[in-house]
């Protein structure tokens, strides 16, 4: 959630750090700061507030010895232990003033480490866990750095993404993770440390992705791996796949809207070569199992949060409506403490766009454990929930800089009814039922293209609801989860309380919540159940509330009498959540763009969980 980046090499490390910060805005954050070493001492400057801010109080002496650093680490902090102010500002620096240290992760047995450090005489100043790292490897410390980090690790209990530098050795910075994300770039003359590919893709595209327990000891000499026992290993030099320009917003506003109306060409990616429209199948590879293996699957068990656990749903229901297999979407939370029944015939797929979230890593290790099939699907190649499923589907939306997903989540539904599909043709599904399927799939992006062309009449409808402080969003079957989903799109980037329903839960109490300024946006889709939704839609106008109507195109009369009407492409139920979640999509984006909103980087969120 936190950003990690780190500069030792020829060139001034200040504007490197500040750029490389910049560059993780997205992953949330509420204060920053940068550590360089120079002169035989630690040079820290940190701000709350704005990477901008930060930039301008760096810079603001030309001459400032800071500015002259070729080593140096950097972070953007988000808030767990501690208001976010300058003092619980990253980097955090030792009492001696020798050490400073970036830190990713919680450490949870920090408090007990304060205490024995209070013992020994060192009283930590911030309200920070991170704190106690950097004043235990300075306690620790004797004549090398990376032995003190070592010792320091192992008495350490949770998570940790970290760089540690001290001027008492000014060619040297020390790497670890364990649980939150660290890259290595190796440039020419030069090394370049982020929790994110995005920090330093301008720079370099070979890299080393740590593995939990992996420290790596930079030098001008070069770079050393070992795991935090000090024992040596080996990582293999990959090539980061990232496109510099994709991370740029270009002419659009915002990232999200650049990334919303980038769906089209990122579903064609996730899609292409993987549709088998003879045979009626999709070909996905990356699972590295045979039809027979797929046929031996006896239940499909998805896990992930918030818009991922969502994108499961929809594969949850067209894995049991096409293939007739049990198929069940678990929280993934929930799914690692509640000790699930697993079997050796059951496939566990992973949903996770960042490829890094905490509590989907964890039930990929649960359920390798207890001997299921576990797949990933993910959209950052190299990612360690990629890396330690050893099999799954890549997505290909390209980066996604916004916090409110968006293309991920519809390529990651894209992708969960081709496994769908591929499961389906194992069993009963007959070829030219798979065909056509495989067909409609291959339609996606122009059906997505036809709601994006509806975006200046759905920035109509959004400004007339831009001042209601709550909206409801009701569907039925596969239009559950789109309603899930537009209810989070809305209260993640207009700080609107928004709330997705089943439709027939409304008269269960929700109902009771409604009036003149609570909009309802009802999923009326000509899909199985509409009449029955069309019913609960109408109970909400005979209430006073304002209805939204998301009908099929050619199926407008339904949505007579309502106040506002959006139409998306016609299509099967299973195909149809993609276009109606897109209009979904730009109907939160236009209110909270209505309200003035901090749409990239919403108050409180983060892009990647990586923390529990």
Partial sequence: MCGIVGYFGKR????????????????????????????????????????????????????????????????????????????????????TGHFALVHNGIIEN??????????????????????????????????????????????VKG????????????AKMVVARCGSPIVIGIGR??????????????????????????????????????????SPINREVTAMDWDEGSAEKGDFDHFMLKEMFEQPQAIRNAIRGRLDLEMGTAVLSGLDFSERDAAQINRLLVVGCGTSMHAGMVGEYAVEEMA?????VEQAAEFRYRNPIITPND???????????????????EAKQKGALVAGLCNVVGSTIARETGRGVYLHAGPEIGVASTKAFTCQVSVMLMIALKIARTRRMPGHDGSEFARWIQRLPELVEEVLEQNDAIKAVAQKYAQCEHAFFIGRGYLYPAALEGALKLKEISYVHAEGYHAAELKHGPIALLQENTPVVALLNNIPGKEKTLGNAEECKARNAPV???VSAGDEGVADGFDDIIVVPDCPPAIATVPTVVALQLLAYHIAAARGCEIDQPRNLAKSVTVE
């Fill in 12 to 95: 001034k490390a200040a504007e490197i750090l500040v750029d490389g910060l910049r560059r993780l805005e997205y992953r949330g954050y509420d204060s920053a700061g940068i550590a360089c070493l120079y002169n035989g001492g630690i040079e820290v400057i940190k701000n709350p507030g704005k990477i901008r801010d930060l930039r301008s109080k760096v810079f603001a002496n030309p001459s400032a010895t800071i500015t002259e650093s070729t080593l140096g680490i950097g972070h953007t902090r988000w808030a767990t232990h501690g208001p976010p102010n300058e003092l619980n500002a990253h980097p955090h620096v030792d009492v």
């Fill in 110 to 155: 920090y408090k007990d480490i304060r205490k024995v450090l209070s013992q020994k005489g060192i009283e930590c100043v911030t309200d920070t866990d991170s704190e106690v790292l950097v004043q235990l490897i300075s306690y620790l410390y004797k004549d090398n750095l990376e032995d003190a980090v070592s010792e320091a690790l192992q008495q």
């Fill in 159 to 170: 998570t940790y993404g970290i760089v540690v530098i001290t001027d008492y050795e000014p």
């Fill in 189 to 230: 003359n030069e090394t370049l440390v982020a929790s994110d590919a995005s920090a330093i893709i301008p720079h370099t595209r070979d890299a080393v992705y740590l593995e939990d327990f992996d420290m790596a000891v930079i030098t001008d000499q070069g770079m050393e791996m070992c795991n935090v026992n000090r």
């Fill in 324 to 328: 007739g297999v049990n198929a069940e």
């Fill in 347 to 365: 496939l566990v797929v992973a949903i996770s766009q960042s490829g890094e979230t905490a509590d989907t890593l964890a039930a990929v290790r």
């Fill in 548 to 550: 939204i109507a998301v």
